[in-house]
């Protein structure tokens, strides 16, 4: 019988059986050989997911429809969410080959898996981008990627040492409405920028706990590893949106990235970021006045995070004002500038409207075969978090913040210095 007749041939094996001279058999099945509009499996990038739920099924459909991806395994802490990610891919694949695993170190151990989607509360995306980072997975992380500063620190310098690709799910930077705003500020042709603004949700912060519910059995519900390194808490099925249902964990400061700033801010502080620096600086004064924190980078350009007051362009939408003209922007695709002849510069495009992962998915897919940096890579994402963390953390202790962006500390102020970390349980911690 040949060698790979009836089997499938990972990526790495198929390179692997290259590179130690092993001869081809003579008779090759047509998928293993990229016929038939199949790809090959030398050239087929293996995936996983973990913790793939509401954004994480979305994403996930787009990489799904990817000619050059299969989806090999998932990960999830709850049964129903690891047996309804199943039921897509083997549905998408005509088998019932799609394993899936309660503990995601399991699925780390796997040789064939080359790359992960993280989709999973964000207490978790920092962690487990490590993990897969030091397995030698390549990542495409949901955000915000980091809850606190130490970990945008953390993260960047794992992507670094390890050398894996890795992309954050801050999908408007592929998106061609935007990039075609952030192409104009850049430019020079709306004079010199003095102010960018970055739509931003109405901030809150909460500290209880929901009411103590029974606890399920940990292969229906593994509380423990939901909780991961956050702080213990009782068990509440709101908290992980059980059957349908929204899960409720956004806004409690020990399980996000605190006062919802991020939410929105790291899409659209990240977009002000390219727009205005090189992305390996933040801004180094910050200060909230009611829901609207200002700060301000050190060349004098303003950085204005607000809720309120935007054109109606949809959703996230960002702002960039120079000298001679503006431009705005958001998730419908429109854009308003001024002058208005500059409207003309932009090229029809049908990837338009900030939802849609399609051309942020492909791009990290592109970077995993050609080990180029991806268009949100982890310095990029570092210090867009930084900003969004300073922001916060001004709007909660209520006062002005100074901030060194290359000692990534405050100044003067030991309580924010604090709160630039948490606390993190056994045995999830970084040390």
């Known amino acids: 019988m040949p060698i790979f007749q009836n089997q499938t041939c990972s990526r790495r094996s198929f390179l692997a059986l290259t590179a130690a001279g092993i001869a081809a058999p003579m008779f090759i099945p047509a ?41 090999r395994a998932v990960c999830d802490v709850q049964a129903d969410r690891r047996a309804a990610v199943k039921k897509i891919a083997d549905e998408k694949y005509g088998n019932t080959d799609c394993a899936t695993y309660r503990d995601f170190r399991e699925l780390l151990q796997r040789e064939d898996i080359d790359a992960v989607l993280i989709a999973t509360g964000d207490r978790w995306h920092t962690l487990a981008s490590v993990l897969a980072a030091e397995a030698g997975k390549d990542v495409y992380s949901e955000k915000p990627c980091c809850i606190t500063m130490e970990q945008c620190r953390i993260l960047d310098e794992a992507i670094k040492r390890t050398g894996i690709v890795f992309q954050a799910g801050t999908q408007r930077r592929s998106v061609d409405n935007f990039r075609f705003a952030i192409e104009l500020a850049r430019s020079g042709k709306l004079g010199k920028i003095h102010t960018v603004h970055a739509s931003i949700y109405h901030l809150n912060v909460r500290y209880d706990w929901l009411p103590a519910e029974p606890l399920p059995n940990k292969d229906v519900i593994d509380w423990e590893l939901w909780l991961g390194p956050a702080p213990w808490r009782p068990f509440n099925l709101k908290y992980v949106g059980g059957g349908n249902a929204y899960a409720q964990w956004r806004g409690h400061y020990d399980l996000d990235s605190g006062a919802r700033l991020h939410d929105w801010g790291a899409h659209t502080v990240d977009l002000c970021q390219w727009a205005v620096t090189d992305d390996n600086t933040a801004p180094v004064e910050y200060e909230a006045d009611g829901g609207t924190v200002y700060a301000n980078y050190a060349n004098g350009i303003k950085l204005v995070m607000r809720p309120e007051g935007w054109m109606g362009l949809g959703d996230c939408p960002v702002r960039f004002e120079g000298e001679e003209g503006w431009v705005e922007t958001g998730d419908s695709g429109r854009v308003a500038v001024y002058p208005e002849s500059l409207k003309a510069e932009m090229r029809p495009s049908t990837n338009i409207g900030g939802i849609s992962p399609a051309a942020h998915v492909r791009n990290f897919f592109n970077c995993v075969k050609t080990r180029s940096l991806p268009a949100c890579g982890s310095t990029s994402t570092r210090y867009s978090h930084l900003a969004c963390h300073a922001a916060a953390l001004s709007w909660m202790l209520k006062r002005k913040l100074r901030f060194d962006p290359v000692k990534e500390e405050f100044i003067g102020d030991e309580e924010a210095n604090r709160m630039r970390s948490r606390a993190s349980r056994e045995p999830w911690n970084f040390n």
């Open 31 to 71: 998928t293993s050989l990229g016929l038939n509009g199949v790809v090959a499996p030398s050239n087929r990038i293996n995936l996983a997911g973990i913790g793939i739920r509401n954004r994480g099924t979305y994403v996930l459909d787009f990489m799904l429809q990817q000619p050059d991806v299969q989806f």
